[in-house]
């Protein structure tokens, strides 16, 4: 569905990503990781077509991305960005109804399915209720759910997310992301996403590209890449990797190196 | 979109008021009733009896007539653009007085009279096209200045359009002072914001203007994509470079048009566009409507307290915009310091 094919791109002249390769299929969650700077989010921007691409190419369903307008694209691919200054303006409804951007005449006067779509769309991320609520004045989990909304109203087959997790508590994380799975299996989306916590990609991701210095070093299901002995030396720090008990996935354990029996003497 | 005709409809009879007062009150007060019947008799293939002493028709047709449609065409100008402008730049304080914009019109405007002045309508449709060139340089220049990295900061940008503005002005005096005969007369309207007289100026700004407002109408849902950011405007599918480009043109346009005529008039295009938004919404594809038929009331009103004051003498209506307007910038100053609410 989606192809990355050698892509680079860089803020002035630092280069921030370089030969990136990889593809997500319809139907699954391709996760990217890496320590702060690795070029996650460099790699989300380069892909949406915000940021201008050094070299190389992004295709959608054979087609290239930066051949298209604007408007195709939005059709192709939508983004649910960090949910952080969010215009003090607009109600959750009409902040979602603006998914249906790509499709609005030049007027931008929406139809009865836009309001269909952007109905379906808060009923499915449990945000209807909050429909006429500013959507400046939400929670972090509430915002980054009508985010969701807003993409998926947008009624593309690709999403990408930038750490969409990130501010959230361990419940609003783990609801956030189990609704994703789920759109993604209900609708055969292609996500790409950026996700800082190891353990909520191993659990939830299909495959995982791990970038280094805007560079790939591994890609592959979460067993294949994420290796004791790889996230040690990425990372910087000792650490063990468990298996989950339930689902067999691994699970990264920080080496706490000697803290607790220092608190112990 | 039931809930929204009656702000249009409130709107629009202040309107009406505000144009049926501008025309009847002056030296000479002209009963409504009356101007109605006047303007009636104009109308083909009606004859109604001629009551009304000659002179009125005089003061009614070729003066007060004329200078009120020139003030709504003004205050809905500035007032519209400066909508768009706080929507484009996100910008609470934006407004084409404070950004410089209007400066750098009016420098246009001199510019052009200086160096040849209009003595026919041919020549006066000249002028906000010269206006536009300086303002849309102003702008331009302004947003070069202010940037810091992707951000445009708010009070960064009001410093940039105040420092370059009054550069501007400068220069016009200078422009000004250096000239004789009736390119010196301009320095009345435009240092305080006095219109020009009579009907040729009426209809040399109202193309400009319907051209631009149309646009800015138009630009309603584009502007409220905008104000998530440009990132995430052209991830929702707006070509959002193209749609700036063409906002920034609009209301360039549109402030030219009305600063040409009418000189520089400050903060109208900041205190309406702000108490519409208070009062009915941020929806741009309201606010900008509202923001234009409001800018024309409040405008003929601040002209009919000019006119009023210090009767026979006028005031420069800028007078009392400022008077107001600067009051209500600083309340918005400490508002949006408070919260990053506006």
Known sequence: MLEIQSLSASYGSKLA????????????ILALVGPNGAGKTTLIRAVSGVLPVRAGRVRVAGKDLSQLPAVQKARFLAVVPQARNLPPAFTVWQTVLMGRTPYLGWLGQAGEADRERTQWALERTHTLTLAGRRVDELSGGEQQRVLLARALAQDAPILLMDEPTVHLDLQHQSNLLNLIRELVNEHDLAVLMALHDLNLVALYADRVALLVEGRLRAIGTPNEVLTPARLSEIYRIPLHVI??????????????????????N | MDALRKPYLQNTLLLTLALTLSV???AVFIPPGMVARMLAAQLPGLSLPVDWPETFDVIVFRIRLPHTILITLTGAALSG???AYQGLFRNPLADPYLIGVASGAGLGAVLAMSFHWPNDLLGLFTVPAAAFIGATATVILVTMIARSGRALPTTTLILAGVAVG???SALTSY???RSEGE???ALAWLLGGATMSGWDPVIAALPYILIGLSALILAGHSLNVLQFGDEQAQQLGLPVERVKTLLILAASLTTAAAVSFSGIIGFIGLIVPHLVRILWGPDYRNLVPLSIIGGATTLLLADLLARIV?????????????LAGAPFFLWILRRAKARSFW
């Open chain 2, 166 to 168: 009054s550069f501007a």
């Open chain 1, 17 to 28: 990503l370089s030969d990136f390769s990889a593809s997500v299929n319809a139907g699954e």
């Open chain 2, 183 to 185: 390119v010196r007369r």
């Open chain 2, 175 to 177: 422009l000004m002072l």
């Open chain 2, 310 to 322: 210090l009767a026979p003498q006028e005031l420069p209506v800028g007078v009392i915009t400022a």
């Open chain 2, 24 to 26: 009847a009150i002056g």
């Open chain 2, 81 to 83: 653009s400066g909508a």
């Open chain 1, 243 to 264: 298996s989950h008990p339930d689902y067999g996935t691994p699970l990264i354990l920080p080496d706490g190196m000697g803290v607790r029996e220092k608190q112990a």
